[in-house]
């Protein structure tokens, strides 16, 4: 779905001023801070102190082949409230990056369209490899940081400046200190600063400015009184100098000595007495202008002429008073190069609103700040138009906005802008809006706070009794709320009621219930409902273009194909859901079904495809973000990793699974999952101590179905190795109580080989294994047996001569040979030579993918762009005359070159 525009002006920085005065002091130190290689600058004072002004200088002198920066190029955001949403964010800063790069940031902007947003740092990397292959040194400079107080934002921003690349410098102009390690950047000298105290313009610069603002040959002494009274704020100077182009005119006559002299003393109304200056040098007709339009953050001509409050007839138009407004230099500020938006200086609108409201009285401002809402709608702008609708506190229009995009920002995942424009509504205006209560119960439900979304989606089914379709939907919502809080009854109750309501045209909403149905059934244990819940989900979702609900419904289809053992029509779903493209990229959801073909193979002990596929899955996972996935691709390369000798690489994946736990909010699943694995691996390595700390942590699941073994497994198998077979058994009575249904035969096949392992008598231990063998060689499972080790291997040596079915005793028998001695041992370098010796780059880049590195990784770490990566990489295919990552490095460990 396309994602909502952005406002263009935004990218542009403000013209360069034709009366500007040179601080050399301060763009030499700006230059200085570039090419000693400092990460950024910060430009740090209150309003009104030149910050963007400098700034744009600098940037428009840098740019310049002879210029201080040596033809650097630049972009720019000028930020404000509207942006505290990590996605917003996001979104501008793409923006502005492919004005001089168009391909910047295509991962990080599919990642940022496709639903809930995952962690920023997954969101950034793909950004950041793509900014190390940029061609040439460039700047990022964002205005007004100080509009950003969302603290995700800040931590987004801590990581891009803690890894951005060499030739990337950033500037931030603030109001005040940002929510960034400034502490930690300045003691590694990474960061230069410009304060207040820099930015005051000395005696000499305000003499300069004055007289050639004014025209005016102004004494040392005037100019040094004005210098020492406004501190060397250029704001001040600049409404002292309009004033003084006006003395001995409509301002009465009095010469520029006069006025200065008057304006003497420490007065703190000094700048209510410039604004009235300022404006009783203007006409009526102007003045009300300039009123009427402070209410407005950025405008245009047709955006003036919609608020204007009865302008006379036959006066000038809104684009001829901006223009002259412009030539004056009354405190307009252009907003892009064509001279179409502007605004007002912040202090300066502050002012004009002041008098609005002592003039007008204070509902003038809501009434121009309602047209301003209402104009913003109708053209696009719907923050906007929301801002300006809270602003005039005119909740029912701002309500109705809310409502008319809320289904915009869910699909397209922008739920902080959501809850920012939700929770600023009074409470008891979303509870009256059944639209705005669905929308708040989904958002919530998605940000974690499971109970209070339940709350306001039970208001909204309140309010849509009578409208079937608009309760189909907030059923929909709700019945994936009943899923994350683990009630799988209510549920699939909640799910074919919305089914039965919604329209046959809301394929939408009709994918996302059946695929909550499906969800909910599997979780009980009825796969034979489940199916068909799925397909419809696949049909709906395609007819929907919602490919993320088609690639999940496959995915478990697939898996219930598994649980049959029917491993083919499985891996027919996982690759058809792995097959479904984004721009001639796998699509963001992909990695769901790369992963569950890993593990089909996995579980055939074709262990170099699933370890390619695994790849594959995690380079997906970039851009889908998806932090439960992350740590199941995790999972699998330090398993994969454990059987291939790699330890290192083993340990090292299998702690980014765990600590992912640390920083996110992971489902009880994962978890248990994680700590299972860890069981499993300990058991392997011989490390019973481990397993025993770790196999606490493996709960129940029985709830929740999960692809090759029930977390319990783990802990009976531990048990098992530690002589406490009947304990092992106990445990398993209710895993295989739900085993025994048709359907379940994989899980009934896992319990098997556990109970055969168990068993305290050889014809009991006997039995179960020649069912378990039935079971295994229908769909050719292998890892269930292989990954019990020693034990199992001596079992099946000892039981498979006295198995009565030949096909059972076949299968035994040629399970043995795949059971190394020692597995754990790297298998010796063959003696060999190649015809054309790898480089010592390639040979570099080899080693990073034997330790389980993703190309993008591989870049981000030597500093090489994606397409001197790719021809490093097919230079060593060619060398060692192999066709994928996992050839090459066992061909490489063949010829003792890792």
């Known amino acids: 779905m396309a994602v909502p525009p952005l406002l263009a002006t935004k990218l542009y920085p403000p013209p360069c001023r034709y009366n500007l005065v040179p601080r050399p002091r301060l763009t030499e130190k700006l230059t200085a801070g570039v090419r000693s290689g400092q990460r950024f600058t910060l430009v740090c004072a209150p309003a009104g102190f030149g910050k963007t002004t400098l700034v744009v200088e600098w940037l428009s002198a840098a740019a310049r082949p002879d210029g201080p920066g040596t033809g650097r190029r630049f972009c720019w955001v000028s930020l404000d409230e509207a942006d505290n949403d990590l996605g917003v ?55 007004d940081y100080h509009a950003i107080h969302d603290p995700v934002i800040h931590e987004a921003m801590a990581f891009l400046l803690e890894h951005q690349p060499p030739a990337m410098h950033t500037i931030l102009t603030t109001r005040q200190d940002p929510l960034l390690p400034l502490a930690r950047w300045r003691a590694r000298g990474e960061l230069q600063d410009i304060r207040l105290a820099e930015l005051r313009f000395t005696p000499a610069e305000a003499a300069e400015f004055m007289n050639r603002m004014t025209g005016l040959r102004l004494s040392e002494e ?81 955006l003036c002429e919609a608020i204007l409050e009865n302008p006379p007839a036959g006066e000038a138009s809104a684009a001829e008073r901006l223009a002259y407004l412009e030539r004056a230099n009354l405190f307009l500020i252009p907003l892009d190069n064509r001279r179409q938006w502007f605004r007002y200086h912040h202090l300066f609108s502050e002012l004009l609103r002041y008098r609005l409201k002592t003039t007008h009285g204070p509902e003038a401002a809501a009434r121009l700040q309602r047209r301003a809402a209402l104009w913003c709608a109708e053209n696009g702008f719907a923050d906007q138009a929301i801002l300006y609708a809270q602003a005039a506190a005119d909740w029912d229009l701002c309500a109705g906005l809310v409502a008319r995009n809320a289904a915009r920002l869910i ?54 009794a009578d409208d079937p379709d608009a309760l189909g939907t907030t059923l929909a919502f709700t019945s994936h709320n009943a899923l994350f809080r683990g009630d799988f009854n209510e549920e699939i109750a909640l799910a074919r009621r919305s089914l039965d309501l919604l329209k046959p045209d809301n394929t939408w909403m009709r994918a996302v219930s059946a695929l909550s149905l499906g969800l909910g059934l599997l ?7 489940a199916e068909p819940a799925f397909k419809d989900a696949c049909r709906f979702g395609t007819q929907a273009e919602s490919f993320r609900t088609v690639i999940n419904a496959l995915a478990y289809l697939g898996r219930i194909c598994v649980l049959r053992l029917d491993f083919t029509q499985a891996e027919a779903h996982f690759r058809r859901g792995a097959a479904y493209r ?67 690489a083993a340990a090292e994946y299998l702690q980014k699974a765990l600590k992912l736990a640390a920083g996110y909010d992971l489902s009880p699943l994962t978890l248990s999952l994680n700590a299972a694995l860890q069981v499993e691996m300990a058991l392997t390595d011989g490390d019973l101590p481990l397993a025993e700390l770790a196999a606490p942590r ?13 977390p319990e497994t783990a802990r009976a198998h531990l048990l098992i190795i530690q002589g406490r077979n009947a304990e092992a058994l106990r445990l398993l009575e209710p895993v295989l109580e739900r085993a025994a249904q048709p359907g379940w035969e994989y899980a009934r096949l896992q319990v098997r080989v556990l109970q055969a392992l168990a068993a305290a008598e050889p014809g009991r231990a006997r039995l179960h294994l020649a069912e378990a063998l039935a079971l295994a060689r229908t ?31 076949a299968y035994a028998l040629g399970l043995l040979p ?54 490093h990489t097919q230079n060593i295919y060619s060398k060692l005359d192999v066709h994928s990552r996992v050839q090459a490095v066992n061909r490489a460990r063949e010829l003792g070159i890792i």
């Open 523 to 529: 979780h009980n244990g009825d796969i034979q409902a």
């Open 582 to 648: 984004l721009e001639d990229t796998p699509h963001p959801g992909c990695d769901l079904a790369l992963f569950d073909l890993a593990m089909l193979k996995y579980e055939q002990n074709e262990l170099d495809e699933a370890l390619e596929l695994t790849h594959l899955g995690l380079e997906v996972n970039r851009r889908s973000g998806s932090i439960e996935m992350l740590a199941y691709g995790y999972r699998l390369l330090a398993r994969l990793f454990q059987l291939r000798g790699e330890a290192p």
């Open 89 to 143: 964010f996001l979104r501008y800063l793409l923006a502005a990056l492919q004005t001089l790069w168009k391909e910047t940031g295509r991962e990080t902007a599919n990642m940022l369209s496709g639903g809930r947003l995952p962690p920023a740092e997954m969101l950034l990397l793909p950004l950041l490899n793509d900014l190390l292959a940029v061609p040439e040194p460039f700047v990022l400079a964002l205005d």
């Open 222 to 302: 005037d100019v040094n009184t004005l210098e020492a009274h406004t501190e060397g704020w250029i704001a001040g100077l600049q409404m002292a100098a309009i004033s003084l182009q006006q003395t001995g005119c409509e301002c009465g006559g009095s010469s520029a000595s006069e006025f200065i002299r008057a304006f003497t003393g420490d007065d703190r109304f000094i700048m209510d007495y410039l604004v009235d200056e300022v404006l009783c040098c203007q006409k009526p007709e102007m003045q009300d202008f300039l009123l009427q339009t402070s209410v407005l953050e950025r405008f245009n001509a047709p």
């Open 818 to 871: 795949a059971f190394p001695e020692n597995p754990l041992e790297p298998a010796a370098p063959a003696a060999a030579e190649l015809v054309e010796q790898l480089s010592e780059r390639e040979v570099e880049v080899l080693r990073m993918v034997a330790g389980g590195m993703s190309n993008a990784e591989i870049a981000q770490k030597l500093y090489l762009s994606p397409n001197t990566l790719k021809a």
């Open 698 to 710: 493996v709960t129940n699941s029985l709830g929740l179905y999960t692809f090759l073994f029930y």
């Open 779 to 809: 769909g050719g499972a292998r890892r269930t047996f292989l990954d019990l080790g020693a034990p199992m291997q001596a079992l099946l040596r000892e039981s498979a001569p006295r198995l009565d079915d030949p096909a059972s005793r």
């Open 411 to 464: 699909r397209v995942g922008e739920l902080t802008t959501l809850l920012r424009w939700i929770r600023a509504l009074p409470e008891s205006v979303v509870r009256s809006n059944p639209f705005l209560c669905r929308s708040y119960g989904y958002a919530l439900t998605n940000c974690g706070q499971l109970l209070e979304g339940e709350k306001f989606l039970a208001l909204a089914q309140q309010g849509f």
